[in-house]
């Protein structure tokens, strides 16, 4: 038999061929990295190759391809009288250790298999072996763990197992436990000669207990991620093959558990909490919720699989077993009679006659063609995590603890602030960043529109307005409207009216402008007209329509009508115009005559004024539309879906992720501005953010 080893640097580039391989030692492992032990002679110049970042590929003149490891280290030694180099390397899973997941990394009510496909992709080379479909769907997050330690997390989760494929840079991932169909025995006599060749047959040399286990747990109380009564629990999970059941705890609160009933029949009941702080909800929601519940019962059940019975596992050393007919993970059939050693010494005796999961096998080849093999074999396949393997996980952990402040999370929140706008006037915000804020996480905006509201209305101005007054009454009283204002403006008087009465009209302005009036009244009355002339120009309409034109004008006489009265006219006297009388009709009079007064003062004078102020709340009905935002002098409208309310409706937006544009800003410590714009309307805009950001405890500047 001759042993052969190539030497690869890290470019998968071929640098030597050794060929006085003195020995190869192949441990193949379930659920582990596997490793090999390499004998080469120091003098061969191909081991000057052996550094950093290279890898050997394994020959055997008869099996051919034995394997390709990752070279770790090696020591000068002696072996058969000449100096030899103990090469230690690690199998290809060692690649699955150093290529990470990173952050984020979340998978919400995936299939098994599709996340355990996603994992082995993040590795350069690798791909799929076997991998077991129809396990089930799994929620889960990862935050800077390796891609093996990803996959061994769902290895634990759900019962299953992993092992390196049968081509390089491939995985398995399953349930595995099929039959090899070969059995291990011990003959009483001698090897029968039907035993000899015989491939499903491999006999057993020496057998030695290696573990033997009561930790057995029937009940098992799962809590997962948080604290107190935040914690997560299995309540209302109804995933897996256990229902959960529910306990009552000192303070009559409740606890949530599964339970077998017939590992307690058999052993007694044995109970134990079990902490999987790494099981959380992977969004704050009643869906995410449910999920990590369910995630945590499968976990749950997992463990409790694998500590219903007494665990026993034997390292044997046989004979004659054909390479490649079995697999770590297969199941072999053990059947011995005799004494078991435990540690070289005899231990006691035992009939066995049972099925066992492989392991690990450990294949030694030497240069003279010796084959030896020795297989740990366990009567539950599960690989309990030794004291050693505890230790490096609470010291991966505690370099994560420093002694220093740590950042951490925390919410800011702005608002809501209200500002008016219309198309000329914005509605302006500042959104503050303070020195302690290490990162913006994420930041969500809200905003919504509404008209414009008062609690007084009020009447008074000196530029272009509009006053309005309607007056209806009967019996005898007395109006009076007392205007004075400048500018260009409209003055409306709408005036119906019963029995003996006075309407007085007192108008003092300047600036072109229109009074209206609208005068129906009955029975006698006077309306007294105060109007500065001249060029003003006073229009009054009667009820039927009909306007009657009176011009200010002081050197002329003026001529109207009322309409309305048949057959009699009607006199009356405009007081103020300094030369000329003015004559009217009324048409539609019939039987008698009426007097009425029009008094009037030619002043040309403007004076401030005041109108009295009503409480209560005026909303108007105009919106701001068409609206647009800007942030830190750039528009973002379209990137954010807008413009929003192109209607004139009213808006109510949000959330909307404005993390990337506070991030871009020259620096995120700062104060931010939000604008706010419409193309018409006018209105409120109310604005408010939510930051979620890491801090430190101690500003930086």
């Not at 009216?497 to 108008?507: E, F, I, M, N, P």
Request: glycine share 10%; net charge negative.
């Amino acid at each position: 038999m001759a042993l052969r080893a190539d030497i690869y640097n890290a470019s998968d580039v071929l640098q030597a061929t050794v060929n006085q391989v003195s020995s190869v030692k192949i441990v193949e492992s379930l659920d582990k990295i596997g490793s090999a032990d390499v004998g080469l002679p120091a003098t061969d110049p191909g081991t000057q190759y052996l550094t950093a970042g290279a890898y050997l590929k394994l020959y055997d003149s008869e099996d051919g391809h034995l394997g390709t490891f990752l070279y770790e280290h090696h020591r000068l030694g002696e072996a058969a009288g000449r100096a030899d180099l103990a090469v230690w390397c690690r199998d290809l899973l060692e690649e699955l250790s150093r290529t990470s997941v990173h952050f984020w990394r979340n998978y919400d009510n995936q299939a098994v298999d599709t996340v355990i496909s996603a994992l082995v992709a993040l590795a350069s080379g690798w791909s799929d072996g076997d991998i077991e479909t129809g396990i089930g769907n799994t929620t889960i997050s990862y935050q800077g763990e390796s891609v093996f330690i990803a996959i061994d997390a769902l290895r634990d989760r759900w019962n299953k197992h992993f092992r390196q494929g049968t081509t390089d840079r491939t995985l398995d991932f399953g349930s595995f436990g099929d039959d090899s169909g070969v059995r291990l025995v011990r003959p009483e006599t001698g090897i029968p000669p039907e035993m000899e060749g015989n491939a499903s047959i491999a006999v057993v040399t020496s057998i030695e207990l290696v573990e033997e286990s009561e930790e057995i747990y029937n009940r098992v109380i799962p809590l997962g991620g948080g604290q107190g009564k935040a914690q997560i629990t299995i309540e209302g999970s109804t995933v897996g093959d256990y229902t959960t059941e529910t306990g009552t705890n000192a303070d009559s609160s409740s606890f949530y558990y599964i339970e077998d009933s017939d590992s307690v029949t058999a052993y007694g009941r044995r109970e134990k909490v079990l902490t999987f702080p790494q099981i959380r909800p992977i969004a704050n929601n009643d869906t995410a919720i449910g999920r990590a519940r369910d995630a945590l019962k499968r976990a749950a059940e997992a463990y409790m699989a694998r500590h219903l019975a007494p665990r026993v596992q034997y390292g044997v050393q046989v004979t004659g077993l054909v390479p490649g007919s079995v697999r770590v993970g297969d199941t072999v059939r053990l059947r011995y009679k005799g004494v078991v050693t435990q540690k070289g010494e005899a231990y006691r005796y035992i009939d066995v006659d049972a099925d066992f999961y492989v392991m690990d096998i450990h294949t030694t080849r030497t240069a003279e063609g010796v084959v030896a093999v020795d297989l740990t074999i366990s009567s539950i396949a599960d690989r309990r995590t030794a004291d050693s393997d505890v230790m490096i996980g609470v010291m991966h952990d505690l370099k994560a603890i420093k002694v220093d402040v740590q950042p951490a999370p925390a919410n800011y929140k702005m608002g809501p602030f209200t500002r008016r706008m219309n198309s000329s006037n914005t509605g302006d915000f500042t959104l503050r960043v303070n020195t302690e804020v290490m990162e913006i996480i994420s930041c969500r905006l809200y905003f919504k529109t509404a008209p414009l509201r008062s609690s007084v209305t009020a009447s008074g101005a000196g530029s272009a307005h509009s006053h309005s007054l309607s007056i209806s009454s009967s019996g005898a009283h007395t109006h009076s409207l007392d205007i004075g204002a400048s500018g260009g403006h409209t003055h409306g008087l709408s005036i119906s009216a019963s029995g003996s009465h006075t309407h007085s009209l007192d108008v003092s302005a300047s600036g072109a402008h229109t009074h209206d009036l609208d005068i129906e009244t009955t029975g006698f009355h006077d309306h007294a007209v105060s109007i500065p002339a001249p060029e003003y120009l006073p229009k009054v309409e009667d009820t039927t329509g009909t306007d009657i034109a009176i011009t200010g004008v002081a050197t002329e006489s003026q001529t109207h009508t009322h309409a309305g009265l048949t057959t009699a006219s009607q006199t009356h006297t405009h007081t103020g115009l300094t030369t000329q009388s003015q004559t009217h009709t009324h048409p539609g009079l019939t039987t008698q005559s009426k007097s009425h007064t029009h008094e009037g003062q030619a002043t040309d004078s403007e004076s401030s004024h005041t109108h009295g102020l009503n409480y209560g709340l005026y909303e108007d009905s105009s919106y701001p539309t068409s609206i647009s935002i800007t942030i830190d002098g750039t528009d973002r409208t379209s990137a954010l879906g807008g413009p929003w309310d192109t209607e004139g409706t009213g808006a109510d937006v949000g959330p909307l992720d404005i993390t990337d544009y506070l991030s871009t800003s020259p620096s995120i410590r700062q104060n931010h501005t939000l604008v706010f714009s419409c193309s018409s309307g006018q209105g409120e805009v109310e604005c408010e953010a939510d930051l979620l950001t890491v801090i430190q405890a101690i500003a930086v500047s």
